[in-house]
């Protein structure tokens, strides 16, 4: 129960760090030991307590105000009652005992916490817990029956003949794009009412895709304001931002509608095309480097490659030992928000599970330590009946060049065939709006206060002069039409 209490302990040290007086360094240890006992109300008065009292930094005055923010949204994201959690878990296991709730929290299938001396669960906790934890599977099949998901069944259709298209082209190039699909689609983002005092500004940024190979005829429609900002591609998270002033009782509404042509993405290299790595390039050294916060190569995330990879050298199937690790040992969950997780490939290590941008930041991170160059890629998946967020990574091949890799698709079913089964190490199907080139990137124009979202960049950002609007203040919609 206090595993995640931990990690923003060691945050708040981080952000306080050495050279600090004994008087300052006593309340740093007095706040981080409030925040490891849950006592975040306790917690959050000794932040604002030190702010008032001790000349700091504006920059370390701006870290104590985030880490009073985070305990909000961690507030938030823990927000079922045990009562209603077990009443949850009740539905299916009627018998169940205290001693397996227990076991389930300790090994982090059931995520729960003392928030200010109650017990809270992460509010998708008790369908998590149907997901990940095996015993608790074998109830809700007696109960549900085997499920196929529609999106699987799509897939193991659909991308053979992708990949059979790409064999019969005649290139020169490993790099194939067939099968384009024409999608529009209406972008939605909307501020209730009173939300925003009247006459103030509203500014959002809403996702973009980006201007690549993939995407072909990309046209912007139409536009919900007059005057609009659609940043540079060399900002690596793409938006097209808006401003408009309150009104009392009435919502302010932004939104866009935009067409393009998508295509299917596969590369037809084998293991022996890839070259060895120019290790003195600045793309290597660059992409196989550490990065604060969710690159990290600890000591069990070192361990555990090692372990993974054993003594293979060729880069391609070292990614695919990876690849294949993750997709038979870590199931897919609901994820907490990112901007309360310090180090989220060490989350999903230690509790068994993640969401697809969970487990892309662990397969980053592995590669990255296994000297093959790796980064962060993310927008929406607008698969027919399947619209949502979602996160994939790219690996970087000598000879061959970045590579698309959906680490959560996992393989595709029904088939034996191994390129149509491993598809998702080296190829992207058309349904994806790529928006980000990597993580905790920049905003064009810049957003003044912290960000809903700290580390990935899809439903959108809103802030006004009074602060940042978190998530749970405003709303958004994708509408999405298929052409073809």
């Known amino acids: ?45 000794a932040i604002k307590e030190k702010i008032a009292k001790e000349q700091l930094s504006p920059e370390e005055v701006y870290h104590l105000n985030f880490l009073i923010d985070k305990m909000e949204r961690i507030k938030i994201d823990y927000s079922k009652a045990d009562t209603a959690a077990l009443s949850y878990i009740k539905k299916y296991i009627p018998d169940v005992t205290p001693e397996q709730i227990a076991a389930w929290e300790a090994s982090g299938a059931l995520e ?11 509010s998708s906790a008790p369908r998590n817990l149907f997901r990940i934890s095996k015993e608790a599977q074998s109830y809700w099949s007696k109960i549900n029956g085997r499920q196929s998901d529609g999106l699987d069944q799509f897939l193991a259709e659909y991308l053979p003949k992708c990949v059979a298209e790409a064999k019969a082209q005649k290139s020169n190039s490993f790099n194939h794009f067939v099968k384009p699909q024409k999608m529009r689609y209406t972008y939605t983002l909307t501020v209730p009412a009173g939300e925003v005092p009247e006459g103030e500004m509203i500014r959002v940024w809403m996702p973009y895709p980006r201007e690549i190979a993939k995407y072909k005829e990309l046209k912007l429609i139409s536009t919900s304001q007059p005057e609009y900002i659609i940043s540079p591609d060399s900002y690596l998270h793409k938006s097209i931002y808006m401003e408009k002033a309150a009104k009392a009782d009435e919502p302010a509404i932004f939104s866009y509608q935009l067409s393009f042509t998508s295509y299917n993405q596969w590369f037809s290299f084998k293991a ?6 120019n290790t003195e390039s600045d793309l290597y050294k660059e992409f196989t480097a550490e990065r604060k916060t969710h690159v990290i190569f600890t000591p069990e995330l070192k361990a555990l490659a090692d372990s993974v990879v054993g003594d293979e050298q060729n880069p391609y199937l070292k990614a695919k030992r990876i690849w294949t690790y993750i997709a038979q040992t870590y199931p897919w969950a609901s994820a907490r928000e990112y901007s309360t997780l310090d180090n989220i490939p060490s989350y999903v290590i230690k509790n068994r599970h993640g969401d697809c941008g969970q487990v892309s930041l662990l397969f980053i991170t592995m590669c990255r330590y296994k000297g093959i160059p790796a980064k962060w890629q993310s927008g929406w998946m607008l698969h027919p009946g399947d619209v949502n967020l979602h ?28 390129d149509e089964r491993f598809f998702f190490t080296k190829g992207l199907d058309a349904y994806r709006l790529i928006v980000n080139e990597d993580f905790s990137a920049d905003f064009y124009p810049a957003k003044i206060y912290p960000r809903s979202e700290t580390v990935d960049f899809q ?26």
Request: aromatic share 16%.
């Open 272 to 277: 022996e095309d890839v070259k060895p790595y």
């Open 459 to 484: 439903r959108g950002e809103v802030e006004w002069r009074g602060g940042n609007l978190y998530f749970n203040r405003w709303d958004y919609n994708m509408d999405v039409e298929y052409l073809n």
């Open 112 to 122: 729960g916490m003392m928030i200010d001396g109650v017990k809270r669960y992460f």
């Open 391 to 418: 996160d994939w990574a790219e690996a970087y091949f000598e000879g061959i060049g970045w590579v698309p890799v959906d680490q959560s698709f996992g393989f595709v079913a029904n088939t034996e065939d191994e």
């Open 1 to 45: 129960m206090t595993r995640f209490i931990s990690i923003i302990t060691m945050s708040a040290l981080l952000i306080w760090g050495c050279g600090h007086s004994a008087v300052e360094q006593s309340s740093n240890q007095q706040i981080a030991a409030l925040m490891e006992a849950g006592e975040f109300t306790r917690a959050t008065a």
